[in-house]
């Protein structure tokens, strides 16, 4: 080292003679060192000026090192580093030695020294700033070396009085990442001094750069993110900052401010100029809601998001932010409650509703009214009505959070909430119907705000009107008048806008399931039926009558007097809405009534069900059974199959849960179709855990191991055996490797086995492999299927196009014709790369198109919205003909399993995660009639 | 003594009229006087104009006028709410000598916005759904454009079909500018611009004097705002009559108008040619007024921090109060002239001082942390030159001035009882100052003398008292603390030898 410090200083002296001096390094230097380096080195000797190195040096940093060659490397990069005079090619040089201490395997302890080595001796602020940021990718990438995080830290603390703002800012990143979290570190044996790095960068707050105060602040956030508890007296300083003329700063301070609250919400702090103290947690809300009206839009944006998770502030203070014109000033709030609330009520100042009331009241005490310092006030009135909507989306989102925890806030937002239904941005309008949605089980809408609420349904955005149907599902009212309101709303909205049918319909199921007994006094009006004489028979197709009647069917499951006021028209619309629309209409008890299947008390909890019951006892009798002869576990598995499919049409619920037990019993029977069936359970069920993949994928390579031996019954020659052979074995390699954690549990399966006898299998003839294959597939033992906590089925329903059209879609052949698909998807992961729309021509052409992931509309959990348009095209055909769409599920077996680079014996690369495997249809497909006529010349 | 005088000659303590005379640096500035078409005005130099955005109306500004290091700041009307169509007013920290706002609603609070668009919507439609007619008396620029874009977008969200006018003249060419300059409306304008301007209203159509007489609902924009004369006027003494209408007022209304009459509760009203006219409609009111509230004014003077506050355009006894308030709130002096009077401010410019980078580098380098507090002494010399000053250190100064240094000594004797040699004696000041002086470069040369850093100290006998010992000691001027402190020290007397 000591001459390479001699060299550079002679360098520095002596300008002229250095471009000879590089020259003869060279020769020296290329036998020794590996290719890489070698080959950079001579790039670098052969540059004639510093652009040109600079060019060598980017064509490097295109291509990565092996961990072996990276010291050689940097050890030719430090050689140039020492030589060079042209500082933007020492910055590179720098900024690559960052790059290369990352890269993974490699230890960079060894280049450190000389890191800190250079760093002494450099001059120029923007290398000495890269330098450090080098340094900072050493010691994260050390995370465990005390000694050298401390020397790291030292070497920091050294820069800090740089004059450089950049160089300033790196050292307290540096210190930030690397400052040692324990304050009572021993003094290590080179006596470096225990450094308080809380307070060196406190020190920093003050700087004169704002970019260094920023950075200062960000530091102490770090520190704090990577466990650190922060002092308490930051807050101070923090609060401070908070009138810093920079945005950054302040953004920065918020957050800080923010930190240092949720670590001490209970410690009392002292109200400037005055003897009163107030919780730090209250105090600091009420600087970050002074913050909603500051004047940067970052500034408030970052504000209003934090004041969402301040789920500690008093309620007092809390409910302030609603209200601007409460005046209760911090300082006196103790002493003067109650004659701030006074204040409040006599309304010093005019809220400019009513003419005439500015005139000013009565003099009050001066001190009692202030303005600006009891900041919490009006904070969410200022952040709501903000000029970004950015501003007022993390408001509503704040809001939400706020009201979750809060009931009684809950209550006192909603007129808030209720006012940004009006927003003149949609997303504004969509997030605060989301929000609302949230909170509801909170609370109960007045009959005004239910008007105001119900006229967003007049919405002409699909988005909106749909978010709102999903809020009333989940909605308490508290009068009849606001049901009637509600549904002539609804059914306003459905003879406007006919498409939101299934969606009106849903929420009408749920506004009567909620409020039964506020649907009964409306029942004869909604049936308009008459104490004395017989009405006409409404039409049974009328979507409008349908929605009344799933309200009052719904509203009657538990309100068992209604029954007694319908007409007996209404007895047979319920049987026939039961069958048709089962989803919506709940059973019933209806007097002197015998229903199919209302065997089921609707009270009952679902794990006490009888059902459920019946469920189990039926998996468990096939499990215990299983050593009956072949001929019985067949007859056993069949009835069971067919029992847990009936199971699973009768109740809703189950119908999960059964339907996957069934396809697994299924499975067991017809060992040949497995292939097919193993996919569709890994595929389109969501809620599936590791437990059952791993059985699924058993089962597939018992399937496998079957079709193997099936075509070595078959075919002729050995040689497509051996391929075969080969890749089964990879498989079950591939199978052991997945899922080595879950072989415990597979004790005495096939798979098992199949493991033990490796070895003897690696090096057997394929007949003799499919011969053990044979027995052991004999011998082997059936898995019990562990039930999952929550399964689905996906599912789809193509909602549009209807296929009811007798009218051909015609269009010009060779140009294309744009088809409207909207359909809903139920419990499907990740539509987005899954859900694919097939369009299957007459002509047994099949075409696949990937929908946008715009299409996808996400409204509820699990469930999911496609409209898209699919282009057809054809050529001329004589008569209009149907084409079939329908939805597939596409999958990969190898996208689901965890660290999947070497699947299927490592010919997938890295496109794994695009790539689709197959495709299970799993939606009923619709006909379109089409005519494509031909083009006119 | 440099000042800053302010003397309203419209604006003071009154709400109709406008014009204010400042006098800044020696410059005298009228502002919010209108202008002369066809006089181009000549702007001084030295005067500094920034405009900032005020959202009072489209293009209206607030104007910061700045010579050298003093600076007023006028607000005119500005907003800090923003609405439909304009963003919310801004200003940066300037820190400006005076702030002059106005302080039409300088006692009110408003609601929050939205409560009271909802409730206008509400009114509105519901009244147009029972098949009245709804009057909105607005003035040609501003409020009209925001009542438009609201109702624009209501209809669009609700799609009704009653039609909506606004009146001719005014209304429509303002329309036109509002169209060309979407860059100063807010932001949803400014973002949905390039699908669609905003401002070509699909439903808001040029009204004819004969519509009014039709049947069915319809929602009319008129102007005048304060229904004194004009179109509103004859199409409110049409409407007056019928119950089911309604007429909205969306802001202030001066004593003695119709619109103040008919706000005040009045039912009867006596129109020319002894004609009383019956106020069947009904009246609502609804401040849509684009000024700044109370809490409004704060938040601007809070951002803006000046050192004083002037209050205009606002009724003396609203404004009062309100002056309260700032003086409590942000410890500065505010002021509220009535018209003629003259406030005057003194101010204390800051001069500028160019500093040379050397000498700011070196007195850098020796504080080793940053601290904003603790006020730091630097040695150099001031030149002043062509009302030019600079601080260059010494050594430059001499060289540019061609002068040559002298040097400053100090010396004192100091005696000290002491029998011993003048060797011995050095040795144990020697010893003595080393023990104390731990911080200093403290050396005992070769030659006898000690020296802490550039202080030279000799012992030498007493010419007739051979039990006491002369101590002289030198200092050069930079050093005369540590020398002072060094005599001090030493003529206490050393400590004895144990």
């Not at chain 1, 490097?60 to 090619?89: Q, T």
């Not at chain 2, 400042?22 to 002369?36: E, F, P, Q, R």
């Not at chain 2, 179109?231 to 007429?247: P, T, Y």
Request: hydrophobic share 40%.
């Amino acid at each position: 080292m000591a001459a390479h410090l001699k060299k550079r200083v002679y360098e520095e002296f002596t300008k002229v003679v250095q471009q000879q001096q590089e020259e003869i390094a060279t020769k020296k230097l290329r036998l020794t060192k590996p290719s890489k380096s070698a080959a950079l080195h001579i790039d670098l000797c052969k540059a004639t000026s510093p652009a040109d190195a600079l060019q060598y040096l980017l064509q490097f940093a295109r291509k990565p090192v092996e961990a072996e060659s990276v010291e050689g490397v940097v050890r030719i990069l430090l050689e140039h580093y020492y030589k060079e005079n042209d500082p933007s090619v020492r910055l590179k040089i720098a900024s690559l030695l960052g790059l290369l201490s990352k890269t993974a395997g490699f230890s960079p302890d060894c280049i450190m020294d000389d890191a800190i080595n250079i760093l002494q001796n450099e001059k120029s602020h923007q290398v000495l700033a890269q330098l450090l940021d080098t340094l900072l990718a050493i010691g994260t990438k050390l995370p465990d070396n005390q000694a050298i995080q401390m020397r790291l830290v030292d070497v920091a603390c050294k820069h800090l009085t740089d004059t450089s703002h950049g160089v300033r800012n790196k050292c307290l990143q540096l210190l930030g990442n690397l400052g040692s979290l324990e304050k009572s570190v021993t003094k290590d044996a080179e006596g470096l001094a225990v450094r308080d790095v809380q307070k060196i960068i406190g020190d920093y707050f003050s700087d004169q750069d704002p970019r260094v105060r920023t950075a200062a602040i960000k530091a102490m956030l770090q520190l704090h993110e990577r466990g650190l508890k922060l002092y308490q007296t930051i807050y101070t300083q923090a609060c401070k900052l908070l009138s810093d003329d920079y945005e950054q700063v302040r953004s920065a301070a918020v957050q800080l401010i923010w930190v240092v609250s949720q670590l001490y919400p209970e410690s009392i702090v002292p109200i400037p100029s005055s003897n009163e103290e107030i919780r730090l947690v209250d105090d600091a809300f009420g600087k970050i809601c002074h913050m909603v009206s500051d004047g940067s839009w970052v500034v408030r944006v970052q504000a209003s998001k934090l004041l969402g998770s301040m789920e500690q502030v008093s309620s007092h203070f809390l409910e302030q932010t609603l209200d601007k014109k409460l005046m209760s000033d911090l300082r006196r709030k103790r002493t003067a409650h109650e004659r701030a609330k006074e204040l409040y009520t006599s309304g010093e100042f005019s809220s400019g509703r009513k003419w005439g009331d500015d005139a000013p009241k009565e003099e009050v005490d001066t001190g009692a009214v202030n303005l600006i310092e009891s900041g919490a006030c009006g904070a969410f009135v200022h952040g709501l009505e903000d000029e970004m909507y950015e501003v007022r989306i993390a408001a509503v989102e704040a809001l939400c959070m706020l009201a979750q925890s809060s009931p009684s806030f809950a209550e006192k937002c909603l007129d808030f909430l209720v006012d940004m239904f009006n927003d003149e941005i949609e997303e504004v309008r969509l997030q605060s119907i989301h929000t609302m949605r949230k909170i509801s089980n909170n609370i109960t809408l007045r009959e005004d705000q239910l008007d105001t609420v119900l006229a967003v349904l007049e919405d002409s955005s699909r988005d909106i009107r749909e978010a709102l149907h999903e809020l009333l599902c989940c909605t308490n009212v508290s009068t009849k008048e606001g049901i009637h309101l509600a549904l002539v709303e609804l059914l306003k909205n459905l003879t406007k806008y006919p498409t939101d049918r299934d969606s009106i319909w849903k929420c009408l199921k749920f506004l009567g399931s909620r409020h039964p007994t506020l649907v009964l006094p409306l029942v004869p009006e909604l049936l308009s039926t008459h104490p004395f004489f017989d009405t006409a028979e409404p039409d049974m197709d009328d979507p409008a009558y349908i929605a009344v009647l799933v309200l009052i069917f719904n509203a009657a499951k538990t309100c068992p007097t209604m029954p007694a006021l319908f007409s007996d028209h209404t007895f047979r619309h319920y049987a026939y809405l039961r069958d048709s629309l089962s989803h919506l209409v709940p059973a019933l008890r209806l007097p002197g009534r015998k229903l199919v299947s209302s065997a089921l008390s609707p009270n009952i909890m679902p794990h006490e069900d009888p059902s459920h019951q019946f469920l189990q006892q039926s998996l468990e009798r096939v499990y215990s059974l299983q050593h009956l002869d072949p001929q019985g576990t067949q007859e056993l598995l069949e009835f069971t199959i067919r029992d847990l499919q009936r199971l699973g049409e009768l109740q809703s619920e189950l119908a999960g849960v059964a339907d996957f037990s069934a396809t697994y019993l299924r499975c067991q029977l017809l060992l040949i179709k497995i292939m097919e069936e193993t996919y569709k359970m890994e595929f389109m069920y969501s809620g599936v855990e590791n437990k059952q993949v791993v059985i699924i994928h058993h089962m597939r390579l018992q399937a496998k191991a079957l079709q193997l031996i099936v075509t070595a019954r078959t075919a002729r020659g050995v040689d497509p055996l051996f391929g075969m052979c080969e890749k089964f074995l990879q498989e079950v390699d591939f199978f052991q490797r997945c899922f080595i954690a879950d072989l415990p549990h597979l004790q005495d399966s096939f798979v098992d086995k199949l493991l033990d006898l490796m070895p003897r299998l690696m090096t057997s003839k394929p007949a003799e492999v499919v011969k053990i294959l044979h027995t052991m597939l004999r011998q082997s033992t059936f898995l019990h299927l562990p039930l999952p906590e929550q399964i689905h089925k996906a599912s789809a329903t193509i909602i549009e196009p209807a296929g009811e059209s007798d009218n051909p879609l015609r269009f010009t052949s060779g140009l294309v014709v744009a088809l409207d698909v909207d359909a809903t998807l139920e419990h499907v992961q990740d539509p987005q790369s899954t859900v694919k729309v097939q369009v299957s021509y007459p002509d047994g052409q099949a075409q696949m198109i990937h929908p946008k992931p715009a299409d996808f509309r996400n409204p509820g959990p699990g469930r999911h919205r496609l409209i898209t348009q699919v282009y057809l095209s054809h050529t001329a055909w004589t008569e209009p003909c149907q084409v079939e769409v329908r939805l597939l599920l596409a999958y990969n077996s190898s996208s689901r399993i965890p660290k999947s680079p070497w699947i299927e014996g490592g010919e997938m690369s890295s496109q794994v995660e695009t790539s689709i495997e197959g495709t299970i249809p799993f939606s009923k497909s619709v006909k379109v009639y089409i005519m494509p006529k031909p083009a006119r010349r | 003594m440099p000042e800053i005088r302010v003397t309203p000659l419209g604006a003071g303590q009154d709400v109709g009229r406008s014009c204010i005379l400042v006098s800044i640096a020696g410059k005298n500035v009228m502002l919010d006087c209108g202008m002369h078409m066809g006089f181009s005005d000549d702007v001084d130099d030295e005067l500094e104009i920034k405009a900032y955005y005020a959202g009072h109306v489209l293009g209206a500004a607030m104007f910061q006028i700045k010579v050298g290091s003093e600076s007023v700041v006028y607000t005119g009307d500005y907003n800090m709410t923003p609405d439909r169509h304009l963003g919310a007013a801004w200003i940066d920290k300037c820190r400006p000598n005076l702030l002059i706002t106005e302080s039409t609603y300088a006692t009110t609070i408003r609601d929050s916005k939205r409560c009271r668009e909802r409730d206008f919507l509400k009114k509105v439609h519901e009244t147009v759904e029972r098949g009245g007619k709804v009057l909105i008396p607005v003035f040609a620029l501003g409020r009209a454009q925001e009542l438009c874009i609201l109702l624009e977008t209501f209809w669009e969200r609700m799609d009704l079909k009653a039609p909506i006018y606004f009146s001719t003249g005014l209304t429509e060419k303002a329309n036109h500018y509002y169209k060309l300059f979407i860059p100063w409306t807010n932001q949803k304008i400014r973002k949905t611009f390039v699908q669609r301007n905003m401002f070509e209203f699909k439903h808001i159509k040029a009204f004819d004097r004969a519509f009014a007489d039709s049947p069915g609902p319809m929602v009319v924009f008129a102007t005048p705002g304060m229904l004194h004369a004009g179109q509103s006027l004859q199409i409110f003494r049409k409407w007056a009559g019928n119950e089911k209408n309604m007429v909205i007022m969306p802001g202030y209304c001066v004593q003695g108008t119709v619109g103040h009459k008919i706000l005040s509760g009045q039912r009867k009203l006596e129109m020319e040619g002894r004609q009383v006219l019956e106020v069947k409609m009904q009246v609502e009111y609804m401040s849509f007024s684009a000024h700044a509230d109370a809490k409004g004014i704060m938040q601007l003077v809070g951002q803006a921090e000046p050192e004083n506050v002037l209050l205009v355009h606002g009724e003396a006894k609203k404004m009062e109060f309100l002056k309260q308030k700032i003086e409590q709130e942000f410890r500065v002096s505010c002021y509220m002239p009535a018209n003629g009077e003259t406030v005057t401010l003194p101010t204390s410019p800051s001069i500028p001082v160019g500093i040379s980078l050397g000498l700011l580098k070196r007195e850098m380098a020796q504080g080793l942390l940053p601290d904003a507090k603790k006020p730091r002494l630097l040695h150099g010399t001031l030149i002043m030159k062509d009302s030019n000053f600079r601080l260059v250190s010494s050594e430059q100064a001499l060289k540019e001035l061609g002068l040559a240094e002298h040097q400053l000594r100090f010396t004192c004797r100091v005696h000290l009882h002491d029998t011993r040699k003048e060797q011995e004696t050095a040795v144990r000041v020697y010893s003595h100052l080393k023990s104390v002086l731990k911080d200093h470069c403290v050396q005992h040369l070769p030659d006898g003398s000690v020296t802490v850093e550039s202080i030279l100290i000799q012992a030498a006998a007493h010419s007739e008292d051979p039990g006491t010992k002369v101590l002289l000691v030198s200092w050069t001027y930079q050093d005369e603390e540590l020398g002072s402190y060094l005599t001090s020290l030493l003529k206490k007397g050393l400590p004895q030898a144990s």
